[in-house]
């Protein structure tokens, strides 16, 4: 096993330190808070991307028509939001279809030699399942040396053995745990093995903290991720941090309420009283998402209303139910004493109407 000597003191300074910032407490599961929000995409992306290869429907007779290299650049080229979108692989050539990781898959489509070694290959890896380290090196000499594409792929193969990798980052990562191993530029089977050996052994070490024991091989990826990439963008000091693209949903949905109440007035990130129309900001931003937080925690996480349980945009399955700052009286202030948080449905279809007079109707409903 890889030794991993500064694992318990990078392991504390994540859980205690980076991750507090993004989330909701500190650290205490992969599948909860920023750590969710984070890294739980990959599994769902890689369900995404074996759906459209459909390897199980294959049949050697496709070999040279370029039918399994067509599926393998639709598993690459997933779009979407943040939690959708294929961030593994650079697909999108951001200086042209030949900066793309995969250009070499556009090429072989109009060079039907190319076509039939790629389809080749690709059955002999998903249909076949041969040995993958001959097969590692198979793929260098179809798409050429280059860590993300070939790690991707394999990443696809099996999720309990690879890993994707972005060399620089990981590198960073290993140097902070005191893995003696370098990736940058080293693209070989051999190199590759050995990095995922050492997140096995980094998935060991996990697996022996409270509530981690079931931590994952794509567990341990997500940690050394996440240790260096939250030390590059942790949040704003000195101020209120900004809504930072990985946070927690329930973070993010705080401080979007927060901000939603402040764009009804001019200057609405300053730090005084400010007034806008008829309607005032009591708070500073940073004191909105205080009261909020609390306001949270003194409803249960259920709309003040009507009792549901809310849910956070960026994590939720029914967008009428997601989170939503309401003035208790329409006609008020954002001040604290007339706040609460309420479903979205329930705030649109409450509208101006009187708090009191709106919960007469809810009661009526429910009797």
């Known amino acids: 096993m890889i030794a991993v000597p500064n694992f318990e003191r990078e392991f504390t300074r994540f859980r205690d330190d980076l991750y507090p910032r993004f989330g909701d407490g500190i650290f205490v599961s992969f599948n ?13 992306l890689r369900n995404v991307a074996l759906g459209r290869l459909g390897s199980e429907s294959w049949v050697e007779s496709e070999i040279g028509s370029g039918a399994l290299l067509e599926r393998l650049i639709s598993a690459i080229e997933i779009d979407g939001n943040d939690q959708e979108r294929n961030n ?20 072989a489509r109009s060079q039907p030699a190319l076509r ?12 076949s399942r041969l040995e993958a380290g001959p097969l590692f090196e198979r793929f260098r000499e179809l798409a050429g040396d280059g860590y993300p594409l070939a790690a991707y792929v394999f990443f696809l193969l099996d999720i309990n053995r690879f890993a994707p990798i972005a060399p620089q980052t990981f590198d960073r990562a290993f140097e902070q745990l005191g893995i003696d191993l370098s990736t940058s530029g080293r693209c070989s089977w051999g190199n590759y093995a050995a990095y995922n050996e050492a997140l096995e052994a ?11 024991a079931s931590s994952r091989h794509i567990d341990a990826h997500s940690f050394c991720w996440m240790l260096v990439r939250m030390e590059d963008e942790q949040p704003g000091t000195g101020q ?5 693209r990985h ?17 009804a007035a001019r200057g609405s990130n300053t730090e005084t009283r400010y007034v806008t129309k008829n309607k005032e900001i009591h708070h500073t931003r940073a004191e909105l998402v205080t009261i909020i937080e ?18 956070w945009r960026g994590d939720h399955d029914d ?13 008020g202030h954002y001040a604290k004493d007339n706040l609460q948080v309420v479903c979205w449905f329930v705030n649109r279809w409450k509208g101006t109407m009187a708090d009191g007079e709106f919960r007469r109707l809810l009661a009526m409903l429910r009797q």
């Open 240 to 244: 209120a941090p900004g809504i930072v």
């Open 319 to 331: 967008t009428e139910l997601c989170a939503s700052l309401d003035r208790i009286d329409s006609g």
């Open 202 to 212: 980094v998935r060991e070490r996990l697996s022996l903290k409270p509530g981690l």
């Open 32 to 44: 909860d808070g920023a750590a969710r929000y984070w890294e739980a995409y990959k599994p769902k």
């Open 116 to 127: 039939r070694r790629w389809d080749q290959w690709l059955f002999d890896a998903f249909a």
């Open 294 to 311: 609390a306001l949270l925690e003194e409803q249960k996480g259920l709309c003040a209303l009507s009792g549901l349980p809310m849910q």
């Open 247 to 263: 946070a927690s949903a329930r973070l993010r949905a705080i401080y979007t309420m927060a901000d939603n109440a402040a764009s």
């Open 88 to 107: 593994l692989v650079p697909w999108k050539g951001r200086y042209g279809p030949g900066s793309s990781a995969h250009a070499a898959l556009l090429t």
